[in-house]
């Protein structure tokens, strides 16, 4: 068992930067798949990147490739999302999620979630 809190959302313009932390408590992400994923009213939730916690291995999806960037701090047990050139499209809850060993880009393949934190970015 292990339980996600996401910080860092907030209301930023085109362009601009914010930088997302998934802490992990009950159990560390050792040997955890991490990943973030987002979702806008009325949409479903949309893969974003994960990183293996072992070998620091990370995919992107293609929406935020050369803009995001995930991250891991082993001695703080967190996890970072570095989002730049921020987008009005971008706009939506952000959730971190685990999985112990597995993984992927589909939210089903994850069983442990945040709460989320809301970015706004307006033009």
């Known amino acids: 068992q292990v339980q996600l809190v996401e910080s860092g959302g907030g209301a930023v313009r085109t362009g601009g930067s914010l930088r997302l932390s998934c802490a992990a408590s009950?159990?560390?992400?050792?040997?955890?798949?991490v990943g973030w994923f987002r979702q806008a009213p009325g949409k479903e939730r949309e893969f974003i990147a994960f990183?293996?916690?072992?070998?620091?291995?990370?995919i992107y999806a293609n929406s935020v490739k050369g803009r995001f960037t995930i991250s891991r701090d082993n001695a703080k047990n967190t996890v970072y999302l570095q989002m730049n050139s921020l987008k009005p499209e971008d706009t939506a809850v952000y959730y971190c999620?685990?999985?112990?060993?597995?993984?992927?880009?589909?939210?089903?393949?994850?069983?442990?979630w945040g709460q989320g934190t809301q970015v706004t970015v307006s033009s």
């Open positions: 999620a685990a999985d112990m060993y597995h993984g992927g880009v589909g939210p089903n393949e994850y069983d442990y």
């Open positions: 009950g159990r560390t992400f050792s040997s955890y798949v």
């Open positions: 990183i293996s916690w072992n070998d620091g291995r990370t």
